[in-house]
């Protein structure tokens, strides 16, 4: 974890700075997928541009590459489901029109099929060996996961969470998270979604009212509190 002899950043967000103690934080990275990042997935089955999506994969980069740095916890979490799609609600499956639904095969495999190509994350952000990656078959990444388990497991307290798409499944994670006692700071620009007004009014929906589910800030005052924090120790 972070160096110990000095593990507080202050984090420049809205509504309010924020104090985190980066033994007790972790990086979620959220669904940065094929399937929903690069023509032929699910993404672009539901008739979106997935290429709205890219600009959230430098910020993140950067953020995983300090947090790895100081051996902060990272999570990175895939939405899918089994290939016999005993974990997809038909619900899910029979919704909207897209041009391929859930367990269609497609260019990168059976669509949000947990051991496809499409399923997997995109070679940039490629978890480490060592990091965990959350499997999940739902929006958020506490349900029906060992996410809870994983944060108490390593003493978790804040989680810094980024990825696609900002009003989903983000939205639906910190919304979970904060339920659960923990506290959420979302990175604005290593989050995105198709739809840019809804990218927006994501971020103003976690941040509005004091910080009602968390606080928002950027990747670049992540990465000067994590450079600060270095610097003091």
């Not at 391929?100 to 499409?118: C, N, S, T, V, Y």
């Not at 060996?129 to 108490?152: C, H, N, R, W």
């Amino acid at each position: 974890m972070a160096n110990s002899s000095d593990p507080v950043g202050k984090i420049v967000a809205e509504p309010e700075p924020i104090e985190l103690d980066w033994t007790k934080t972790a990086l979620v990275i959220i669904d940065m997928q094929r399937d929903f990042m690069e023509p032929g997935g699910f993404g672009e089955t539901l008739g979106n541009d997935v290429s709205r999506l890219a600009r959230a994969v430098k910020p993140i980069g950067s953020v995983l590459s300090a947090a790895r740095d100081t051996g902060m916890l990272v999570i990175h979490t895939r939405e899918g489901h089994l290939p016999d799609l005993s974990d997809a609600p038909p619900a899910k499956v029979e919704r909207g029109a897209p041009s391929l639904r859930i367990g269609d095969p497609g260019p990168m495999g059976r669509i949000l099929i947990r051991g496809e190509a499409g399923h997997d994350i995109i070679p940039e952000l490629y978890p480490l060996d060592s990091e965990i990656v959350i499997d999940k078959p739902g929006k958020g990444a506490f349900y029906a996961t060992e996410m809870s388990d994983v944060l108490q497991k390593y003493g978790i307290e804040n989680l810094l969470v980024c990825g696609v798409t900002t009003e989903v499944c983000v939205n639906t994670t910190v919304r979970e998270a904060n339920d659960r006692g923990y506290r959420c700071v979302v990175i604005s620009d290593g989050c995105a979604s198709y739809f840019p007004e809804f990218h927006e009014m994501g971020l103003k929906m976690i941040k509005a009212q004091g910080g009602i589910f968390g606080w928002v800030t950027s990747s670049a005052a992540v990465l000067e509190a994590l450079e600060t924090s270095k610097t003091l120790a």
